[in-house]
């Protein structure tokens, strides 16, 4: 069997490189791209942790990060649209009029 | 069983890096979708078939398909690939990437502080998922659903435009 | 008996319906209003005298309670009035003289506006004086001090459009205020020490407490005295009553020649167990007084306005009455007082018939020859004259300054240095009382008469001159019942000079003041002029013209420093402190608005680094 802190290690990168990859990208496709990553990072962390007790409980909480991920990026998408007929560009530094 | 995942893991982790760095957004988009797989695999490998298979219906299936529908309406392709290659300068790494390394030398950190490595506890199958899905987690479930249709209602508002003059009704 | 809580409670409500509604009534109701209040509290104050005097309560003293008016612990003063011998003297005196002048002043002030606040000001006034005579606890002694000195600038600056007059009124307040400061800080020492600030207990309490000499006597004495010389316009903030004399005639009469100024002899003669506590405070006393009276009659001798001639009168004549306080003579002083009310505010009256006569014309030397035509201001003006300058056995001032000066020289405290300046004090005044007369009433007219006064001028004139005369005649009785109240004189047996001698050589004074002012001024009035005309003598007529050049002195320490830290600060640096603590928060404000760029990616930034932070703190804290 794979020791849970291997798996554990393996989430904790992916999850680091989600979070560079936001840092990083201005298009907003890229930015929702890292943030799915990420949650998927997230719930690999919870698969591990319930399958070293050997519950069920961390593939139900995984099964609930996918709905919010879901839910998250359709309503993130549509979002993208708008900004994109607004601004012309899926540039995310060019929303930025909440400046100051 | 063991050198799947470790096998699996190296894949996830490269297509990761790969996607994260291209130019081109439907290239990218296509290798997260061998992060997931890969992902999946590793899901197998510890024993809990039932996300595995959630993971590739679901995420790879449904949301990454949802974002090429996106980058279609978009229209992005190698023009805006032209662009990116300008926004996306090495030295605007160096801030990201110091951030995302000291916190993958903390999780490390946590994650091997503890006592020794755990091991799994063998396979939990799909039933068993299920029985605790309708049983303790009934409500957590409800919930759920309810999010989605928040999530559906709201994007058909926000996707809704208002038709110009020149569109035919 | 009952009635007495009336005598200040009239005039009271009378300030109080003509300050309201004085616009509304007509002159008539004015007048009626403002001189029936005054008539009606001498009539009640006459009326108590007699039965007081027929039928005297026991212990020499009447209590009257009206209500609590403090409650705090074990400070409990009360507005209640105590009338013994020595009020009440005063109560009748300031009442009576009160009344007289009210009247005249119908008449004086009938041609100005503001014909109401007058009337309000000076009823206020007077009950103001009668509160603070009547007090039995010096709280409430202090409220009527402030009372008076309130209406004393209000009345200064009556005619507030002149800036000038509300200068003369801020100098007189501001003056009187660092003597109430220093009365005010006696009582906080008095009431620490001894427990109580009713006069009686006050008194007893401090006898038994404080030896004779003891320092917290001395330092509460030679507080009230900073109070009195305030007040009473002794050296050295004597000052402002020269410059007070902007203020209508009849306040000038009755304020600052006969009530108000001697409110700080009042409140030395009823704290006179205080006094005797700190013989050096009551050596100061008669120190003070002694030094005023000969600096204030030199000044007299070199003013030109007649009202101003009359102020350094005034303060040199409290000056005798301080140093009859400070030898020991409490009776005689306030003898003194009784006289000098009389033909001080006969004085001012007359020169008031004059003034307006000769339509506001206040320089003497541009008067004269006025004898033939304003008879009655000059016999008045001279029965005055001869009062104040002591004319032997026909003036009521002749009595009280004998006694006065033969107390001061047969003093223990005193001792031949006071009695030879109260002589040459008696000389000076004879000089300046002349030379003012001479002036005025004879010589070659300068200034025609254009009004002559009406019948409610003169009667209170002739009425005061009349006193004037023969109120010295009572000398003996009015000792024996002052000595009710007060303690008697003790003079050293056989110092000083015998009761004849003094008064022989105080008749001598005073005839060669006169002889030497008609010299001057009748005869060989080119003797004046050469007098002046070298280098000494003009410094010295300067330099007594100026009041010894105190204003110039106060001007230069007191108020130049001032003026000059206002102008240093005219930023106003401590307000800096508080600016400087919002030009802080705006600049903090700029800085954090600098963190808002409105990029998302910025505020991921944030949040990533804010994580790593935390994690951070969870793994090492």
Not at chain 2, 119 to 131: D, E, I, W
Not at chain 3, 76 to 87: G, K
Not at chain 3, 319 to 343: E, K, N, Q
Not at chain 3, 378 to 394: D, E
Request: glycine share 10%; hydrophobic share 60%.
């Amino acid at each position: 069997m794979v020791p849970a802190r291997d798996a554990l290690l393996l989430a904790a990168v992916l999850f680091a490189l989600g979070l560079a990859g936001l840092l990083v990208r201005r298009n907003v496709i890229f930015i929702l791209m890292s943030l799915e990553i990420m949650l998927n990072a997230a719930g690999l962390a919870f698969v591990v942790a319930g399958q070293r007790w050997g519950q069920p409980d961390g593939q139900v909480v995984f099964l609930f990060i996918l709905t919010m991920a879901a839910a998250e990026v359709s309503v993130g998408l549509a979002l993208v649209l708008q900004l994109y007929h607004q601004y012309k560009s899926v540039d995310v530094d060019a929303a930025s009029r909440m400046k100051g | 069983m063991n050198i799947m995942f470790y096998i699996a893991g190296a894949v996830a982790v490269a297509a990761t890096v790969v996607t994260v760095t291209r130019l081109n957004v439907v290239h990218a988009l296509l290798y997260l979708v061998i992060s997931l797989l890969a992902v999946a695999v590793v899901f197998y490998t510890l024993g809990a078939p039932f996300v595995a298979a959630l993971e590739v219906i679901i995420y790879a299936g449904a949301i990454m398909v949802l974002f090429v529908f996106v980058v279609m309406l978009l229209n992005l392709g190698k023009a805006e690939a032209r662009t990116e290659s300008g926004l996306l300068k090495p030295s605007m790494w160096i801030g990201p990437g110091v951030l995302a390394a000291i916190l993958i030398a903390e999780l490390i950190y946590l994650v091997t502080a503890g006592t020794g490595g755990a091991y799994p506890a063998g396979m939990v199958a799909a039933q068993q998922v299920g029985m605790a899905l309708f049983g303790p987690y009934l409500l957590g479930v409800e919930l759920a659903s309810m999010l989605l249709l928040a999530g559906l209602v709201a994007a058909y508002h926000l996707g809704w435009r208002k038709p110009s003059r020149t569109e035919v009704r | 008996m009952q009635l007495l809580w009336l005598v200040p409670a009239i005039p009271f409500a009378g300030a109080l319906v003509l300050l309201v509604f004085g616009a509304a009534l007509s002159r008539k109701a004015v007048a009626i209003v403002g001189v029936g209040t005054i008539t009606a509290s001498a009539l009640i104050s006459l009326l108590i005298a007699g039965i007081y005097l027929s039928a005297p309560p026991a212990g020499g003293a009447y209590q009257q309670y009206l209500w609590l008016w403090i409650d705090v612990g074990s400070f409990r003063p009360a507005f209640a009035l105590y009338l013994d011998a020595l009020s009440l003297v005063m109560m009748v005196v300031v009442t009576f003289v009160s009344a007289l002048i009210h009247l005249y002043s119908a008449e004086f002030m009938a041609g100005d506006e503001g014909y109401s606040r007058f009337f309000g000001y000076m009823n206020l006034f007077v009950a103001s004086m009668v509160t603070l005579l009547l007090a039995n606890n010096l709280l409430l002694l202090y409220l009527g001090w402030e009372g008076v000195g309130l209406c004393s600038y209000l009345l200064i600056g009556f005619w507030y459009r002149e800036p000038a007059n509300g200068r003369a009124a801020r100098k007189a307040f501001i003056v009187t205020r660092v003597g109430d400061t220093a009365f005010s800080v006696g009582l906080f020492l008095l009431f620490r020490d001894l427990g109580t600030l009713n006069i009686q207990d006050l008194m007893q309490r401090a006898q038994t407490n404080w030896a004779v000499g003891a320092a917290a006597a001395i330092a509460a004495a030679a507080l009230l005295l900073g109070g009195a010389v305030g007040k009473s316009a002794q050296l050295p903030l004597q000052t402002w009553l020269p410059d007070a004399m902007a203020g209508p005639t009849p306040t000038s009469a009755l304020i600052h020649a006969a009530t108000m100024v001697t409110a700080g002899v009042y409140l030395i003669a009823r704290t006179h167990v205080l006094f005797a506590l700190a013989p050096p405070v009551q050596f100061a006393v008669a120190a003070i007084g002694a030094i005023t009276l000969l600096m204030a009659g030199c000044s007299a001798l070199t003013q030109n306005d007649i009202k101003r001639v009359l102020a350094y009168s005034t303060i040199s004549q409290i000056g005798y009455m301080f140093l009859a306080l400070g030898v020991g003579a409490w009776g005689a002083a306030i003898f003194h007082f009784m006289t000098h009310a009389f033909f001080k505010a006969l004085l001012f009256l007359a020169a008031g018939i004059v003034i307006e006569a000769l339509h506001e014309e206040h320089n003497i030397f541009r008067m004269g020859g006025l004898y033939r035509e304003l008879p009655i201001a000059f016999w008045v003006f001279l029965a005055g004259g001869c009062a104040l300058s002591g004319l032997p056995l026909i003036s009521a001032g002749y009595f009280s300054k004998d006694q006065i000066i033969w107390s001061a020289g047969a003093s223990a405290i005193g001792g031949m240095g006071f009695w030879a300046v109260a002589l040459v004090g008696v000389l000076l005044t004879s000089l300046y009382t002349f030379r003012l007369i001479f002036v005025v009433f004879f010589g070659e007219p300068h200034t025609p008469v254009s009004r002559r006064p009406g019948l409610a001028m003169v009667v209170p004139a002739v009425v005061l001159a009349v006193l004037s005369v023969i109120g010295g005649y009572d000398r003996g009785p009015f000792m024996s019942f002052m000595s009710k109240a007060l303690p008697g004189f003790v003079a050293v047996p056989g110092s000083g000079v015998a009761e004849n001698v003094s008064s022989a050589i105080a008749a001598a004074a005073f005839l060669a003041g006169l002889l030497g002012a008609w010299f001057v001024y009748l005869r060989q009035p080119s003797v004046a002029e050469l007098l002046v005309a070298n280098r000494a003598g003009s410094a010295l007529h300067k330099f007594w013209f100026a009041d010894w050049g105190m204003d110039w002195l106060y001007d230069h320490v007191f108020v130049r420093p001032v003026v000059w830290i206002t102008w240093a600060n005219r930023n106003d640096i401590l307000d800096s402190i508080y600016d400087g603590i919002a030009a802080l928060a705006a600049l903090s404000w700029r800085g954090l608005s600098l963190t808002e760029t409105g990029k998302l990616r910025w505020y991921a930034m944030g949040i990533a680094a804010g994580t790593v932070i935390f994690v951070a703190m969870v793994m090492f804290l």
